[in-house]
């Protein structure tokens, strides 16, 4: 038998070209395109949740890195490129009405308790750290007041999504969207594709996120199962209730597909690495699961309910995994 060196390769479904680092900054690079976006349709406003996010991330991982250096102790993330990828979207993924100090709550419990305590005591990230810190803050904040914790407002739990009625006469907060420069009113279901000044930071544009959300998930080779899964079952799902209940189907598939906190989720967070499905089966069963639970808890008017059923589905990941199990392969002999 020959002596010879063995050489490690890594998983297929892991080896993708390039390392963890790389891969965060060219997230962070194509996340960056929407916050530009954002900011362009939302404001000043959005920019002050962006950099109050990634600025709280980036503090909290220089002094932690800094200590780990001190002690002698090999640094839990030897770049920032990751940080900076879960800072920026908290920072997209907060409400543009939240206040600034929420945002900035959100921002801390993720890098804290999801990003470093989690993978220090549970060695891998079982919860999406920016999904799992905004419904732990937001969920306390409820508690108080159900205006301040945002996951009910009065707006929402005024709407009437039962009926298409209902849904056409909850639609006046798109309605009042005009796009500058050209002057061009917008309809409900155009301002939920093209121009949102309501909502999640992130979903200002749906059409932008759409775009890039597609060129990055081809180009860092995100989980697209998951992402057309939910995608094609919300289709289904909001279009069939359309029908079902007559009214105005595109408006209804509008609505419930591309508000911000669906349509940036679907791409950006719902396709997180460790948190999500490794297998393929599981992967489509994960996103049709993440829809259903999604469209169900926009119906109850807990319109960023996308977050609250993706932490849900984060718990079951590894039951997603054994959906399908696959029969060990290898030689039958050797041939001598």
Do not use: C
């Amino acid at each position: 038998m020959r002596n010879e060196r063995l050489k490690k390769e890594e998983p297929p479904h892991i080896h993708i070209g390039f390392d963890k680092n790389e891969l965060m900054l060219k997230t962070f690079l194509m996340m960056s395109i929407i916050a530009f976006a954002s900011v362009i349709v939302m404001g000043l406003d959005a920019f002050i949740h962006i950099i109050t996010a990634l600025g709280t991330v980036l503090i909290v991982h220089s002094a932690i890195y800094s200590y780990q250096v001190w002690k002698g102790i090999e640094p839990t993330y030897s770049s920032p490129a990751s940080p900076m990828v879960a800072g920026m979207i908290v920072g997209l993924a907060m409400p543009i009405a939240a206040p600034f100090e929420v945002t900035a709550g959100v921002a801390l419990l993720t890098i804290l308790a999801f990003k470093y305590g989690q993978g220090k005591y549970f060695k891998r990230k079982y919860l999406n750290p920016a999904a799992a810190s905004k419904v732990i803050l937001l969920f306390l904040l409820s508690l108080k007041t159900l205006n301040e914790g945002l996951l009910f407002h009065t707006h929402h739990l005024d709407l009437n999504l039962m009926t298409a009625e209902g849904l056409q006469s909850s639609m006046w907060i798109f309605s009042r969207e005009t796009l500058p420069v050209i002057g061009v009113d917008l309809s409900p279901a155009q301002s939920l594709f093209l121009w949102q000044t309501h909502g999640w930071i992130g979903g200002a544009s749906s059409l932008v996120v759409l775009v890039v959300g597609a060129v990055t998930a081809y180009w860092l080779r995100y989980k697209w199962r998951i992402i057309v899964s939910t995608l094609v079952s919300m289709i289904i799902l909001a279009g069939g209730m359309g029908i079902y209940l007559g009214g105005d189907p595109i408006l209804r598939i509008a609505f419930h597909v591309f508000t911000g906190s669906a349509i940036f989720l679907i791409f950006f967070m719902a396709t997180e690495p460790q948190s999500t499905p490794m297998t393929y089966h599981g992967q489509y069963v994960f996103g049709i699961s993440l829809a259903v639970l999604t469209f169900g808890l926009q119906l109850l008017n807990v319109l960023g309910g996308s977050i609250i059923a993706l932490v849900i589905l984060n718990v079951f990941t590894d039951q997603f995994d054994k959906i399908v199990i696959k029969k060990p392969y290898g030689h039958r002999g050797v041939k001598k």
